[in-house]
């Protein structure tokens, strides 16, 4: 159960609990005892560990998840573990197909219950082993329910490592895809501010902010130099050559960070997918890209999937992880996702990296 309670009174008043809230909790509160089957994710170079040993993390998305009954999420994650993957992403603001299981409201504070969702999630998932993307979005009223100021969003952060601080295998999105310029888009000296605040209370929290297409290097010495991010997700190009380009774009990346003299993760947690454009992957598509990332030096991989165009339309189908509400993912999964699902682990299975 969470510890935070919307106050009765706005503005200013709010501003004043935010702070104590962060002082307190920063400053004062213990860290919780983990018990024995902790699992924690931290990061060597530019790679990703587990519980200490280096590991490549192997997901796929979960986005709706908070809105999925108890048994669903079991049978899920027990799926999800037998196939070999080792992590899911989950979006702490979601809503779709008029189901909205935000874990905060606009202004930032909790919503039960789906607050309290989120840290039986987080606990299930240690129990197996299993690392969680939690994802923030800066966006209007019309994208999914986003944050719409700095102020809600600095709110968010402080809830979500607040109530989670406890756990050591998930990871914040603090800005999905910060770089558009709608929305979505939060300046790079935001998102520095909300690391910090992220920091404040848990300075062992890994932090991204993703960043829509392809990075720059321009942009990459920004996420190091100026946000201090401890790894970067690009959200790369989707078309259908994209997946032979993986490999070297991460080249790339990694050449860049060598330079600029702060080398970190490079992990790809939203690759193209299924319904969403005029391309269709197939399964040689999704082994391309996902042996690209990791010949090319890349830390993760996602086995990305959701609902088509008509995101959000009653009849609408298969909403696969953007609503879980009825049915499983995997049930969800058309023939070729089941496909690369049943065969992707064994086909990383000594690919070298770099």
Known sequence: MGIFHRPAMPGIYCYFMSAIITLWVGGCAPAAARPAHATILGIQGSRFTLDGQPAFLLGISYYGGLGAPPETVAADLDRIRASG?????????????GGNVSEVDTEGWPRKPYIDRLVRLIAECEKRKLIVDETLTRSGPEVMGGLHTEEAHAQAVRILVTELRAYRNWYLDIANERNIRDGRYVLINVVARLAQVARNIDPRRLL???????????????????????FVCPHRTRNEGSPRQTEEKTRELLRWMKEIGSEVPVHYQDPFRRG????NPGVADYLADAGGA???GAAGWCLHNGSGRSRGTEGSEPRRSFDLSRIRLLDQLDAVELEVASILVNSLRGVPSR
Not at 85 to 97: D, E, L, P, T, Y
Request: net charge negative.
């Open 208 to 230: 991204t902010a993703s960043h829509g297409s392809e990075i720059s290097r321009e942009e990459m010495e920004a996420y190091l130099t100026r946000a201090h991010l401890d």
């Open 85 to 97: 993957f080792n992590w899911i992403r989950v979006w702490a603001k979601w809503s779709a197909f």
């Open 276 to 279: 969403n454009v005029d391309w």
């Open 294 to 296: 990791s010949r090319g």
